[in-house]
């Protein structure tokens, strides 16, 4: 007995010893070889977002506004087979299918109804479609749904065609037979929501919603037993999207799927789901893009369609190793799609590597941002340390004197020697007591406004905004001045132009100013309540929440407001303050909201008098940095990270993703000949946002910057020297306070006092 | 042997991660150079930590006598009904509120337009020889720690009552009995025979009213945010925000002279009472 117990206590300290010291771990493993790698594939002209894979490996491409096209199995293409823009009456298409042969059917909104019933519904906000069929030699004819099992006005949202040219359709609720020849509908079966994929193999069609998969034989006419495996995946693994196809002939009870995760192989009526290529280091996993189509080819490789005209091969690659042997962490607090596109680019040129991007607050798990820090922090504490972070909304200053950043100097100085970079805007951040750069921003936003000019002809400083707003407010009585629904508005269009004028060099506050700007906004918010009683301005608020989120707002949706706001709500407010966030749609965009709104008071003649302009606020020369990067000190591979740092930093890098992501808000390029190459770029999607090709046929004018205003923007370039970081203690103690300056209950002098006295808390920590 | 699996726990769980707190005290964060005091003096000297100490020393030496004495003067008061089950229930209410409902309550109660301004408002202009009432941001004025006070009472002291009943039925009745017989009052059975017979739940009690005051942070921070009033700025207050400021060494050296005194005061406490 004794000896026993000695031997357990000898096992038990055995045991420590080895979880302790990590016994049991590898040291250097073998990595097998093979894994899926993907090339783009190069399309046929046109703007195309789905495509129908055929059996013989050829395909058609579509896009809502863009005509069917063939390709065949070789990648040739004749151009367009189809053309769905004759018929006048089509005011916008929303669903296509299309058979093998190349017959099509889609789903449409007409110009005018001929329809009384529907016309009803219509008006009363309710969207119902018409439906158009195209043969395979091109012949239209109207489809007109009925029969039993089918209500009148039901939409048809997913179509698709049986290999042998059977119509299928989905509504919300049921899945039906649709004979496209009478119109005859025949319904199926229920669904719990809307299918949104049909894949036929033999006489067996698998729909798919987001949470079940539905087995239908087709020569019996009854639905099979449905599969939980299955099931529990399609929850898992449909945001985003999820595509589906049968394999080929030799394999047909193998079904594929493509989303954000991976490709996924599943045996019809089994229970597992295998993954045969990660979504990480493959397109896949593109966060900016949909898999909207996916094609299994002979070889096997695969084809995925994505959203936003771009098309993909993967293969597999045998001199590949099956996962990376090295890892590149990436992390920011929230998602970053410039930060994620440029993982993807990096792992292309590195295929030895993976890029693992983590995200803080993932948008999903409601973590806040307090949190998401926290959790940061204790990861830097145990010792698991990113080599790439993305600063923004993070105490730069705080992380690079406890000596997590690595100093940038060594790596930006070639770029600012030979002028690259906007010198002016690396060195804003400089970190005054170090005399070191620890973070970049690789885009910035430059601060406008937008109105009249009579009201604005002062340096457009604060109290030149507030002295403008009181002009207006002479000229127009009621309504609102500016685009503010609450007082946290007026805060947020202003707080970033004034906020660092703030602070002297040793961090100590000004009161003096921080006073001065909370007696402006006040006044500037009382000039803006002005212009409405209770009611009026409940009903302005509720008119405009629509596309207004306030308690999830921050600058950044400020920011993109300026533009939406403006084009949508032209002629209701008289001035706009915002940020500029995109050269070329933002350019435009101007002029747009510009014409817009000329159009709309065309009666009082202000064509030429509705201008914008820089906006200086207190501190003057603002720009907001964003997608700041900084590299961890104690990052485990130092050159991988260095090697991202340039890819950031390269004309490539900056240039394609304006190319393939031309709506997104990033922000200004900080490379000169980027940002210059960017406004030069001759693409129509630029011009989509202001509805250059408006379906309803009304084209806006769209206009295409200047060389004066190009050099204009250049020239506010090179001035911004002065940083506004969003995120800081000082910001939300401000922002919290200037709530209940604004609200009345306190007044500009003790919401100032009362920021210094938090802060002052602040600064003794 | 007996003792080694329980042992293990405990060493592994918190005498291990303790030592490397402690260990971490001498180093500096970042770039663990060894700093030897230099983390205590940064502490010592820092004029967050001397405001957050005056102010939970402040809290604590009016929240743990009130807690203490109000939940004893019921427990006595309860002792003899024959209903103090239901009522003891009831007290234990406060403790099965979330903090998210309790934090909610309190600031539809203590807001500038809430419940207790409206009703002061409102009495104040009903009766007029009363100056008028100006509404009070209490969690924003010298106010502040009386409502966290009141807070921390409403939601302990149900549970201390139940602590102090319990005491109260381990005193041996019939000794109680005797003293009456023998012509005792009330107070002098309270002095005589009750209170020497609740001193072992004396400590228990004080130390864990004691740990109660360190726990109701998470009341405070939801109601008042990171860097509140700054009579409520407490200790807790300032470790969380060194953690999101990486200040890691100071929050080790703050953590163990947090121990020390607890430990002392714990230690201190039982002397007495023995």
């Known amino acids: 007995m004794r000896i026993k117990r000695h031997m357990l206590l000898q096992l038990i300290i055995c045991a420590m010893c080895a979880a302790l010291s990590g016994c049991g771990g590898s040291q250097e493993e073998e990595i097998p070889m093979g894994r899926y790698a993907d090339r783009e594939v190069k399309l046929p002209p046109g703007t195309f977002d789905y495509m129908h894979p055929c059996p013989d490996g050829s395909y058609y491409l579509y896009g809502l506004d863009t005509e069917l096209t063939y390709v065949d199995a070789q990648g040739e293409s004749k151009g367009k087979d189809r053309s769905w823009e004759n018929n006048a009456n089509i005011h916008a298409k929303y669903e296509v299918g299309v058979a093998d042969n190349g017959a099509s059917v889609f789903a449409y909104t007409p110009r005018f109804w001929n329809d009384e019933e529907l016309e009803a519904l219509w008006i009363a906000g309710d969207v119902r479609y018409l439906y158009y069929y195209v043969d395979e030699k091109g012949q239209k004819q109207a489809l007109e749904p009925h029969g039993e099992g089918y209500q009148k006005g039901t939409n048809l949202n997913t179509f698709a065609f049986s290999p042998e040219g059977e119509l299928y359709a989905a509504s919300d609720h049921a899945v039906y037979r649709v004979n496209v020849e009478t119109g005859e509908v025949e319904s199926l079966f229920a669904t719990e929501k809307q299918v949104k994929s049909m894949v036929f193999t033999g006489d067996v069609m698998l729909a798919a919603d987001d949470g079940k998969a539905y087995f239908y034989d087709r020569a019996e006419g009854k639905l099979l037993d449905g599969n939980g495996a299955l099931d529990t995946f399609l929850s898992s693994h449909s945001t985003g999207g999820l595509v589906m196809a049968a394999g080929d002939s030799e394999n047909e009870q193998i079904l594929y799927m493509g989303c954000r995760t991976g490709l996924y192989r599943y045996i019809w009526g089994g229970s597992v789901i295998e993954q045969i290529a990660d979504g990480q280091m493959t397109a896949l996993g593109d966060t900016q893009r949909s898999p909207r189509a996916l094609q299994v080819l002979d070889n096997g490789a695969f084809r995925v369609m994505f959203s936003g005209n771009y098309m993909v091969e993967m293969y597999y690659d045998e001199t590949l190793p099956a996962r990376p042997a090295k890892e590149l962490t990436v992390y920011s607090l929230e998602e970053n799609g410039w930060i994620r596109y440029a993982g993807q680019l990096f792992q292309k040129e590195h295929p030895d590597v993976l890029v693992r991007y983590e995200t803080g607050m993932d948008g999903d798990n409601a973590v806040s941002r307090e949190d998401a820090l926290r959790n940061l922090n204790t990861r830097l504490l145990a010792g698991d340390v990113p080599d790439v972070i993305v600063m923004d909304r993070m105490d730069i200053e705080q992380y690079a004197d406890k000596g997590m950043l690595r100093e940038l100097d060594g790596i930006l100085q070639p770029y600012l020697d030979d002028g690259i970079l906007y010198q002016n805007i690396v060195e804003g951040m400089r970190m005054t007591e170090k005399n070191k750069i620890y973070s970049v921003p690789m885009m910035v936003y430059l601060p406008l406004w937008l109105g009249e000019k009579m009201y604005l002809d002062g340096e457009d400083s604060l109290e030149d905004i507030v002295a403008g707003m009181e002009k207006a407010r002479q000229k127009h009585p009621e309504g609102a001045i500016l685009y503010t629904l609450y007082p946290k508005d007026v805060l947020l269009q202003t707080m970033p132009v004034c906020l660092p004028a703030w602070t002297g060099e040793d961090g100590s506050l000004d009161v003096e100013k921080l006073t001065a700007y909370y007696q402006a906004v006040r006044r500037m918010w009382e000039i803006d309540c002005a212009g409405f009683d209770d009611a009026g301005r409940e009903a302005w608020q509720k008119n405009n929440m629509e596309w207004y989120a306030p308690e999830d707002m921050d600058m950044a949706d400020i920011g993109f407001n300026f533009q939406y706001a403006a084009q949508q709500n032209f002629g209701e407010t008289w001035l706009q303050l915002g940020f500029l966030m995109t050269p070329q749609v933002g350019m435009t965009g101007i002029h747009v909201t510009k014409a817009n709104m000329a159009a709309d008071w065309q009666e009082k003649e202000l064509e030429d008098t509705v201008t914008y302009d820089a906006y200086t606020g207190q501190a003057g020369n603002v720009y907001w940095a964003r997608t700041i990067v900084g590299l961890c000190e104690q990052g485990k591979e130092p050159e991988l990270a260095e090697a991202y740092m340039n890819l950031l930093l390269s004309d490539p890098m900056m240039r394609k993703w304006w190319l393939d992501k031309p709506r997104n808000y990033s922000g200004l390029a900080i490379r000169k000949d980027s940002l210059g190459d960017i406004l030069d770029i001759d693409n129509i999607e630029f011009g989509q946002t202001m509805g250059f090709k408006d379906p309803t046929g009304v084209n806006h004018p769209n206009f295409w910057p200047t060389e004066e205003e190009k050099q204009w923007l250049y020239q506010m370039m090179e001035d911004a020297s002065c940083c506004y970081r969003p995120g800081t203690m000082l910001e939300e103690c401000a922002m919290e306070v200037g709530v209940r300056v604004l609200d009345g209950e306190l007044t500009p002098e003790e919401g100032a006092k009362e920021v210094e006295r938090k802060m002052a808390i602040a600064m003794e920590e | ?135 009070i941001d209490y969690l924003n004025t010298g106010w502040a720690l009386a409502v966290v006070v009141c807070s921390f009472l409403w939601k302990n002291t149900g549970y201390m009552v139940i602590l102090w009943l319990a005491g109260l039925a381990a005193l041996p009745k019939e000794v109680e009995e005797a003293a009456q017989v023998d012509g005792a009052n009330r107070w002098q059975s309270w002095h005589y025979i009750i209170r020497p017979g609740l001193s072992g739940s004396f400590f228990t009690i004080g130390m864990l009213s004691v740990l109660q005051i360190f726990k109701s942070y998470r009341e405070v921070w939801m109601v008042a945010g990171s860097y509140p009033q700054e009579h409520i700025y407490f200790l807790q207050h300032l470790l969380q925000n060194w953690y999101l400021k990486l200040e890691f060494d100071r929050m080790a050296a703050l953590t163990v002279i947090m121990s020390l005194v607890l430990l002392a005061v714990c230690l201190l406490l039982q002397k007495r009472l023995e």
């Open chain 2, 1 to 135: 042997m007996f003792l080694l699996p329980g042992f293990s726990g405990v060493m592994i769980f918190y005498l291990l991660p303790f030592f490397e707190v402690v260990r971490r005290s001498f180093l500096k964060s970042g770039n663990g150079a060894f700093v030897g005091m230099d983390n205590y003096r940064a502490v010592f000297g820092n004029g967050a930590f001397a405001l957050a100490v005056r102010n939970t020393f402040l809290y604590m030496a009016a929240g743990v006598p009130l807690l203490m004495g109000i939940s004893l003067f019921l427990s006595l008061l309860l002792r003899n009904l024959l209903q103090r089950r239901k009522l003891v229930s009831a007290l234990l209410l406060p403790m099965a509120v979330p903090a998210a409902v309790m934090v909610l309550t309190l600031q539809i109660l203590i807001d500038r337009q809430g419940v207790i301004n409206g009703v002061l408002t409102h009495v104040s202009g009903k009766i007029t020889a009363l100056p008028a009432f100006t509404a």
